[in-house]
Antibody
Framework: EVQLVESGGGLIQPGGSLRLSCAASGFTVSSNYMSWVRQAPGKGLEWVSIIYSGGSTYYADSVKGRFTISRDNSKNTLYLQMNSLRAEDTAVYYC????????????WGQGTLVTVSS | QSALTQPASVSGSPGQSITISCTGTSSDVGSYNLVSWYQQHPGKAPKLMIYEVTKRPSGVSVRFSGSKSGNTASLTISGLQAEDEADYYCCSYAGIFRVVFGGGTKLTVL
């Protein structure tokens, strides 16, 4: 059974850093495209970042230069390093597996809440 | 402002059919047959309902169908049921590498 479990969210001050983790089971992270999608409170979904199986990475303009997506193959875990956090980064962050041929997200984690506030 | 435009809300009675539109541009919806739709119940993670415009993942009811014409994609739910009440989001590939979502549509089953 495919399962994704995020962790690492919390309350952080503006300008701070946080690293989110997404532990996967039932499939191999390194053989798939993986993504982060976020949802601000009461708002819609926003794509954040993707990592290809080959290692290429891409980011939304809103987080480019501040966020870094990565993975640890030995732990079958996806990460999102978030630096220079802003109030507008406050959201529930979901990791999702990408159905690469369709650029759709077929499995999602339960999400982890990041709150950026002083 | 979201990249893809969806109606804020739609409603229907049990057994009826409803359609949710998703309007993009020639740079996203109009250029790629890579439109997907997601259902999200309150407090839950999104669930993939349709991918590649018309395809249904295993386990998704045949009552859900997708289509596209030009820059507008659509999700149709037939035989509305109470459990269909949720938020629905469309999503489109928009080039290397960019993915855009719609603002979401709240479906109310009357």
């Amino acid at each position: 059974e495919v399962q994704l479990v995020e962790s690492g969210g919390g309350l952080i001050q503006p300008g701070g850093s946080l690293r989110l983790s997404c532990a996967a089971s039932g499939f191999t992270v390194s053989s798939n495209y993986m993504s982060w999608v976020r949802q601000a409170p009461g708002k819609g979904l926003e794509w954040v970042s993707i990592i290809y199986s080959g290692g290429s990475t891409y980011y939304a303009d809103s987080v480019k230069g501040r966020f870094t997506i990565s993975r640890d193959n030995s732990k079958n875990t996806l990460y999102l390093q978030m630096n220079s956090l802003r109030a507008e980064d406050t959201a529930v962050y979901y990791c999702a597996r990408v159905l690469y041929s369709s650029v759709s997200f077929d499995y999602w984690g339960q999400g982890t809440l990041v709150t950026v506030s002083s | 402002q979201s990249a893809l435009t969806q109606p804020a809300s739609v409603s229907g009675s049990p057994g009826q059919s409803i359609t949710i539109s998703c309007t993009g541009t020639s740079s996203d919806v109009g250029s790629y047959n890579l439109v997907s739709w997601y259902q999200q119940h309150p407090g839950k993670a999104p669930k993939l309902m349709i991918y590649e415009v018309t395809k249904r993942p295993s386990g998704v009811s045949v009552r859900f169908s997708g289509s596209k014409s030009g820059n507008t994609a659509s999700l149709t739910i037939s035989g509305l049921q109470a459990e269909d009440e949720a938020d629905y989001y469309c999503c489109s590939y928009a080039g290397i590498f960019r993915v855009v979502f719609g603002g979401g549509t709240k479906l109310t089953v009357l």
